[in-house]
């Protein structure tokens, strides 16, 4: 699945364009290194995103194409 695609999915990011774009401006690494919205989003990967002067540190723990609001918090885990 492409990073961009996973983000909305998981509801990380809100918008699929939001996340497009902050793709786009390297506010997204995926394993420590810039990610571009394209990146096909594997198990045990670690997102890292910039949220300003916050920064998000996710471990994808599964990758499904739809998921309820419920189940969307069982796609990752929240890394310190």
Known sequence: MRLDKYLKVSRIIK????ANEACDASRVSVN???AKASYEVKTGD???I?????ALKVRVIDIKETVGK???TELYEVLP
């Open 15 to 18: 918008r699929r364009t939001v």
């Open 32 to 34: 420590g290194k810039p």
């Open 50 to 54: 910039g949220f300003g002067s916050k």
């Open 46 to 48: 670690i997102i890292e």
């Open 70 to 72: 419920a189940g969307a």
